[in-house]
């Protein structure tokens, strides 16, 4: 992602790329697991989204009010996903969480309906910002994660000592530690095949 577009942007793009995967809605999850690098035996995705937009028309919707009632409405649907999220649109958005218990806590899942929900919000109330900009956190949780858990102030030697000094004086201490890394760690795929 490019975090420096607008929001609005970003949309316009992911909505492109929607409508151009469209072409492609054909293929089986079985077919594009075959041409990935993904293991048969390995899942292509442990979660999914699911938008339901069933558009109808206010003047039909009055039609069959008057015509039609429905009552007692369940609705029961199972994915094999171990987090399913389907959000639904008519005057309001609704968002439904289905979960394994035995993957995740129900404190994860309000902590991750709380986020979901200050992002919504920022971005309905921010349109102009860039996505580097939006936050899936509260006012309260950055401040705790920027000012609470950050109380880190330790007493600087007032007495000439320099930062090589310092560093020289830990590295006797600790002279097995590792002190700089340049780059990142390498992932070994050589194990992996490769479709195709």
Do not use: C
């Not at 790329?17 to 995705?45: C, H, K, M, N």
């Not at 309000?110 to 936050?135: D, F, K, P």
């Not at 956190?137 to 950050?150: D, K, M, S, V």
């Amino acid at each position: 992602m490019d975090w420096a577009a607008s929001l609005i942007s970003w949309m316009q793009q992911l909505q492109a790329q929607q409508v151009e995967r469209e072409q492609y809605a054909y293929s089986t999850l079985v077919d594009i697991q075959g041409w990935s690098a993904v293991p048969r035996r390995l899942s292509l995705f442990d979660s999914i989204l699911v938008f339901e937009n069933y558009p109808v028309h206010t003047s039909l919707q009055s039609e069959i009010q008057n015509t039609l009632a429905i009552s007692n409405v369940q609705n029961f649907e199972r994915t094999n996903y171990p987090l399913t999220i389907t959000a639904s649109a008519t005057t309001k958005l609704t968002l439904r969480i289905s979960y394994d218990t035995n993957r995740y806590s129900q404190e994860t899942i309000h902590r991750l309906l709380n986020q979901m929900q200050v992002l919504l919000t920022g971005m309905v109330n921010h349109r102009e910002r860039q996505l580097a900009e939006l936050s899936i956190l509260t006012e309260q949780e950055q401040h705790q994660i920027l000012e609470g858990w950050n109380q880190t102030q330790l007493d600087y030697p007032q007495d000439g000592t320099l930062i090589h000094q310092l560093f020289a004086a830990h590295a006797k201490q600790q002279p097995e530690a590792v002190a700089v890394v340049l780059g990142r760690p390498t992932v070994d795929l050589s194990g992996v095949r490769r479709a195709g």
